[in-house]
């Protein structure tokens, strides 16, 4: 059975950082790209960062470049969101996904909770 287990969030001031990490167990990941998404109040959940398996390639939403960086551990299933300068505008739920090359397989994590004050 495969498990995402989020962790980090917590309330924080506008300006501050929080670091975001995601443990994935219940099988192997190979071919497995990582991402994060958020979920703010009344909205639909958005694409924030992505650590792809070829290549250790990431991406990002345009919103948070050059704030955010996300890394994987494949030796520990783990994928990490470091947020700085956060906003307000950065307050929702972010999620953990892992999602097989190939599409044919997604999974997602409960969620963490993330507010910023101004």
């Known amino acids: 059975q495969v498990q995402l287990v989020e962790s980090g969030g917590g309330l924080v001031q506008a300006g501050d950082s929080l670091r975001l990490s995601c443990a994935a167990s219940?099988?192997?990941?190979?071919?497995?790209?990582m991402r994060w998404y958020r979920q703010a109040p009344g909205k639909g959940r958005e694409f924030v960062a992505a650590?792809?398996?070829?290549?250790?390639?990431?991406s990002y939403a345009d919103s948070v470049k050059g704030r955010f960086t996300i890394s994987r551990d494949n030796a520990k299933n783990t994928v990490t969101l470091q947020m700085n300068s956060l906003k307000p505008e950065n307050t929702g739920i972010y999620y953990c996904?892992?999602?097989?090359?190939?599409?044919?397989?997604?999974?997602w994590g409960q969620g963490t909770q993330v507010t910023v004050s101004s």
């Open positions: 650590a792809y398996w070829s290549g250790y390639s990431t």
């Open positions: 996904n892992v999602r097989s090359s190939d599409f044919a397989n997604v999974y």
């Open positions: 219940g099988r192997t990941f190979i071919n497995y790209d």
